[in-house]
Nanobody
Framework: QVQLVESGGGLVQAGGSLRLSCAAS????????MGWFRQAPGKEREFVAA????????VYADDVKGRFIISRGNTKNTVYLQMNSLKPEDTAVYYC?????????????????WGQGTQVTVSA
């Protein structure tokens, strides 16, 4: 059974940093695209970033580009989201997602595997 478990969320002041982790288990994720999405209160879930299994290609949402960095661990079963220069509008539940393939999709409908989410709160 595929399982994705996020960690690293918390409360941080504006301008601060957090590093989210997502540990995948249940199979080898070497050929899986992994991504991060977020959902703020009262809003739809939105794309944040995605990375190919080889970590050679990444894609970011415009409003996090230059502030967030997505990366994968050496075993390919872990994905990280380094979040810098955080803003109050980054406050959301952040979800890890995975799907077999090589394309960097920013559409949540592409992903079939999801974690339970981790809360990130940025205070002004």
């Amino acid at each position: 059974q595929v399982q994705l478990v996020e960690s690293g969320g918390g409360l941080v002041q504006a301008g601060g940093s957090l590093r989210l982790s997502c540990a995948a288990s249940g199979r080898t994720f070497s050929y899986y695209v992994m991504g991060w999405f977020r959902q703020a209160p009262g809003k739809e879930r939105e794309f944040v970033a995605a990375i190919t299994w080889s970590a050679t290609r990444t894609v970011y949402a415009d409003d996090v580009k230059g502030r967030f960095i997505i990366s994968r661990g050496n075993t390919k079963n872990t994905v990280y989201l380094q979040m810098n220069s955080l803003k109050p509008e980054d406050t959301a539940v952040y979800y890890c997602a995975a799907e077999y393939g090589s394309s960097l999709y920013n559409d949540e409908r592409f992903y079939n595997y999801w974690g339970q989410g981790t809360q990130v709160t940025v205070s002004a």
